[in-house]
């Protein structure tokens, strides 16, 4: 196999994910984020030097035969998939082919300023983009754009592929040490964040090493800002080896918790004591919380 097609890998929130990688041999992104894990390279506005659809095609039906149960073909690029000029017929392509899977792009957003580009995303079944800051003096920090982009203007495109977008939509926030971790970011990314309505808001943070020397930061900070977006589905990334003190909540400690923001079964495992899990079992039994999946991750919720 070339390095068209990656994997299958278990991503912890879309389970098995095999990659397509757009842009194989170079980093070719419309950012240079300061927490990218790939070298630090200028912006570009294209892929050059493409692979072809069909080497592509060809290539994820050969790990087909030797892989099953891929939950999803994930369309990536050491950069930003959208720059692809031939996404439209590939999308069309995997489609035929993907055989039970679902198709899942990570995208960064900025292109969903451009109508075509909303148009062919709404044909994926999972869009994954990238919302880490509201203010441009923030955005132009953190993900370091090309010239021209504004982050205005993607939050206005975002919000019109929402409305033409009927299945998962998940944003995505990295946190980074002294750029968005104020809360005045996330008060102001609460409300973009309510207006757009995703069906799931990732928060995580830097776990690998950054192209520019920047920090992540703690997962109770992680928390602490996750808990300023009141009501919303929001998924933290843990690190794997994070735990917490597992505490007692009676069922109105737990009804108002999920009031506030639904919990993830991640959040549960992490902070609820045995005597908490059958607790939240009692309520959902008695059908004032129902379990929500969105793109592979399970929410608790007020019915
Ligand atoms: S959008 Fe992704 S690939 Fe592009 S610079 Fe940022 S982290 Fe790297």
Known sequence: ???????????????????????????????????????????????????????????????????????VITLTANGEPTLYPYLKKLIKELHIIKNGSKLLILSNGATSTCRDTRDILKEIDIVKLSLDCVTQKCFKKIDRPLKGLHVESIIE?????????????????????????????FEALKDVLTSIKPDRIDIGTIDRPPAYNVKGISVERLKELANILTGLPVSIAYKKDYS?????????????????????FDDVKISFSDHSISTLKELVNEGNIHVKTVAGVKFYKLS
């Open 244 to 264: 917490e003190i597992k505490r007692d909540f009676t069922k109105d400690d737990i009804l108002n918790m999920i009031d506030k923001r639904p919990q993830s």
């Open 157 to 185: 495109g975002i919000a019109e592929f929402r409305k033409i977008y009927t299945k998962e939509l998940v944003l995505e926030v990295l946190v980074v040490e002294g750029i968005n971790d104020k809360e005045s970011e």
């Open 1 to 71: 196999m070339s390095n068209l097609v990656f994997g299958p890998i278990t991503s912890r929130r879309f389970g098995q994910s095999l990659g397509i990688d757009l842009s194989p041999n170079t980093k070719q992104c419309n950012f240079d984020c300061v927490y990218c894990e790939l070298k630090g390279a200028k912006p570009v506005d294209t892929i050059l030097n493409p692979p072809l659809v069909e080497d592509i095609v060809d290539e994820v039906k050969q790990a087909q035969i030797k892989y099953k149960d891929i939950d």
